[in-house]
Each structure stands twice: as structure tokens, then as C-alpha cells.
């Protein structure tokens, strides 16, 4: 049984996932953070110490939940004893082997969604992957997460890159696209908000249909026409306009290849 | 006042608008479209006539809806006697005066939505930007429009364009991504279904948030580490491989560049 746990990272998701963690009892007993502020701040939240250094984390917890950017590793992890503690990283692209000679007892615990610390999200309905190195912490991790989550699945190092690329592409990307229409809007003082509806119209109908089947526009009809006045109003905007141009020419292509 | 009107296609865009006025009481007298079966499954919903034959189209109408492809144009409209009628057009990058060839009345009427024929939408939740060659006209457009949606605007065939554009990068290249998302998905067997919440709260944070704020993910963290696997990776899909490269130097160059 996990109760006592110290949070090794501040950012989005360690604020997300030790909160969901402590509204079901758990007791958060130390959040580390390089940077003061944001260890103070979470700490505080939690009611629970804090420290900026890594020598200083607590020994004796029952588990340790890494939410560090993988690059800060190696910086932190050396200089912790975990004991017999549970250490449980968050990263969808480090496979669990890589906490093999800094843990007795290792886990993965992936979220899969996208964190802002300051929206609220019900983290019952994120869907979460659990992986382990013994059936002994399959089994208490899998019962951790299925206290935060209704979605907890079992998944590998392995699947978890290729889900974690995917959410790349279905978040972070996409998020881009949106930074990019915001931009084209504003350069001639039209508001984002008049995109809102179609925005979450995307978004919805993917939840009923295959992607491929919900796209429209001028690049899936090969609308030369269109496309070119698109092509042409983009010319003071050189980088936006070859996005166009390579994402056209993508969608045509898949278009071409599915036989749609 | 419109009250007889002739929709000029029968594709998503052109069923989705006729129903939402058919709702509200106007009279569809006849349905033109290149192919009958389209022509005829759209009359028989709406309980009007049909022609495949641009010259029959009839004559005497309050007003010509025109949604066609903008490569449709000049196959269909000149063998048309608008008389007195209103030409209204549907095109995002079509200009107001495209009309001015064929008809004395003109008008534009622009839902911006992505339409899927089987997809029902609350037309009233939808931005609806109208333009007109006259107050006149113009006063009866915006009449006819507040019928249907609760968000109607006045936008010049130059603005137009530039929300059309903006409308492919939120929407159409937004949707690619989530296809390519899912055929990474595919190629190890997992469902895009664990993607939904994600893509839902990515959305989402959007109608709250300024996107580059929203944005999340080793490109915006220039998570070197994260990057190098995941391209890595994506060794075996060589169109998805640079395509994350370049959208990643975009997000990373938007981040330097707006200081964040």
C-alpha cells in the first residue's frame, strides 16, 4: 500500500498528479524542485515540505513520482536512496529500464493528456498506462492509478514512445496550427474567438468518426483554385505559407492513397 | 423578403444551409447538382425539384444560393437567368465580385463550419459572415442570416479570405494531424480512442487560453532529449519523421520569438 510519497518535480503534471493523489488520501511528505519557487508553491498546496536539493529528499517514502523533463535525470536521481521505496517516473518517452540504476523498485505511471497548472481538469477521466518491473508493483500501481482514473490500461516502454509521438502530433501540433491561425487572424484584427465553434466542431467529430473520413476543405478536394488564392494572400508570410504548401500536399496525398 | 430560393449544389455545405432555412420556413423550389443522385437525395429531404442541367435551373427566384466548388463557377452560372434574383455565394475565397458577371443582385453568405453531410450541427451556434453589393441587399442578407444563427457579421471579401485561411490551419491541417496520429497509433495496434480525451481538452484549453500560452511538449520545453527519440522512432514513417521535425522548429521559433 502507497501512502507516504514525495513528489520529485513541480511542473504542470507533478501539480496535477499530486493533487489527484492527495483528494484520495495520499500523503505528499516532500516536493523537490531546482527552482525555490515552484517547490514552495506546490509544498504549500499540499501542506508538505519542500527542497531544492536533491540530497536533501527524504528517505523511507513508500514511492517517488519523477516529473522531471527527461534531460533532468541525471541531474537529480543520482544523489537520492530510495530504499525499498517505489519509484514511479511519469515520462511517456523514457522507457521503465532507464530507472534501473537508480531504483530496487521501479513503475511507470503515464497520464496521458495535456497539463496548465492552472486549469482544473477532473483527472478521473485522463486516461492513465501503467508499467512495472515485478507482477508485486504491477499490482500496486494499477490499484494507485485506479483510485485517480476510471482509464488505467497496462502498456509498455515501447507503446508508450509510439502513444507518446502520437500525442504529439494530436496535441502539441495541432495546438500549433491554432498559435498559427491566431496569428493569420490577427494580422488583420479579427478576433480567435470567431474560430472557437469550428475549433471544438474538429475536435468533436473525431469522436464519431475516423479522422480520414471527417476531413474537408480545399487541399482533400484538390481545389487548385482555392489553394492557390490561399498560396498567394500567404505571401508576406513565407513560413506560414510553406506549412500550407507541405500540410496540403500531405493531406492530398493520403487522400490519394486511402482511395477516398 | 426571401422566401423562394434555388440551392446551386447539393454538398455538404449546400444540405447543411438549405435544411437550416428550410427550418425556418423558406421554400426550396429546386436543387442543381452536376450528379442526380446528389440533386435528388437532397430534393427529396427538402421536398423540391431537381435538375442536373444548369439550363433548367428556374427562373423568377428570390434567391440563388451558389455552393459549389470555386472550380465550378464557370460551368454552371453563365447558362443561369438570375433575373431580379439575390445571388448569394458561399465561398470563403470566392470575392463578392466574382458575382458581378452574372447576376445584378449579389450577396455572399459564409457559414464558417466544417459540414460532414451525416453530422448534425445546431446551424444557430454557427459564425455566419455575410457581404452584399448593396445596403439593400446587405439589410435583407442580414435579416435572412439572423434567422439561422445567432452570430452574424459583417466581412469584406478581402477579410474573408484571410478567415478562410485561417479556417484550413484550425481545421483542416488540425485534422490531418489527427490522421497522422492515428496511423501512428495503428502501426502498434493501439485504438485512437485513448487520444479523444487529449484531443478534447486540447481544444478546449484553447477557448480559454491564448494558444501559445496553451502550448505544451518537448518542442516548446526544446526538450532535446524527448526530440531526438521520438525522431528516432519515427525512422520507419519517413513523411510523419519530417514533418516533425519542421512543425517542431516552428513551435520551438515561435517560443523564442514571442519571449515565453
Known amino acids: 500500500m502507497i501512502h507516504r510519497v514525495v513528489f520529485i518535480g513541480a511542473g504542470n503534471l507533478a501539480t496535477r498528479l499530486s493533487h489527484a493523489l492527495s483528494a484520495k488520501g495520499l500523503d505528499v511528505i516532500q516536493v523537490y524542485s531546482r527552482t525555490a519557487a515552484s517547490a514552495r508553491n506546490l509544498a504549500t498546496q499540499l501542506d508538505s515540505a519542500y527542497t531544492t536539493r536533491p540530497r536533501d529528499i527524504k528517505t523511507g517514502a513508500d514511492a517517488y513520482f519523477v516529473a522531471l523533463t527527461d534531460a533532468g535525470w541525471g541531474k537529480v536521481l543520482p544523489s537520492i536512496d530510495f530504499g525499498e521505496g517505489l519509484v514511479v517516473h511519469c515520462s511517456g518517452s523514457m522507457p521503465l529500464s532507464a530507472l534501473e540504476k537508480y531504483a530496487a523498485n521501479r513503475g511507470v505511471l503515464y497520464p496521458l493528456q495535456t497539463f496548465s497548472k492552472n486549469r482544473l481538469l477532473p483527472f478521473q477521466e485522463i486516461p492513465v498506462f501503467v508499467e512495472a518491473d515485478s507482477k508485486k508493483n504491477e499490482k500496486i500501481l ?119
Open 142 to 260: 494499477l490499484e494507485l492509478a485506479g483510485k485517480i482514473s476510471d482509464t488505467v490500461s497496462l502498456l509498455d516502454s515501447e507503446k508508450r514512445l509510439v502513444l507518446h509521438i502520437a500525442a504529439v502530433f494530436a496535441c502539441n501540433f495541432v495546438n500549433h496550427f491554432y498559435t498559427l491561425a491566431s496569428e493569420i487572424l490577427e494580422s488583420r484584427g479579427i478576433s480567435f474567438d470567431v474560430l472557437k465553434p469550428l475549433i471544438m466542431e474538429t475536435a468533436g467529430k473525431v469522436l464519431e468518426m475516423a479522422p480520414p473520413e471527417a476531413q474537408t476543405g480545399p487541399a482533400v478536394r484538390f481545389d487548385q483554385n482555392v489553394i492557390v488564392k490561399h498560396l498567394e494572400a500567404l505571401d508576406a508570410f513565407p513560413e506560414k505559407k510553406e506549412l500550407y504548401h507541405i500540410i496540403s500536399k500531405s493531406i492530398f496525398e493520403h487522400q490519394q492513397k486511402n482511395g477516398l
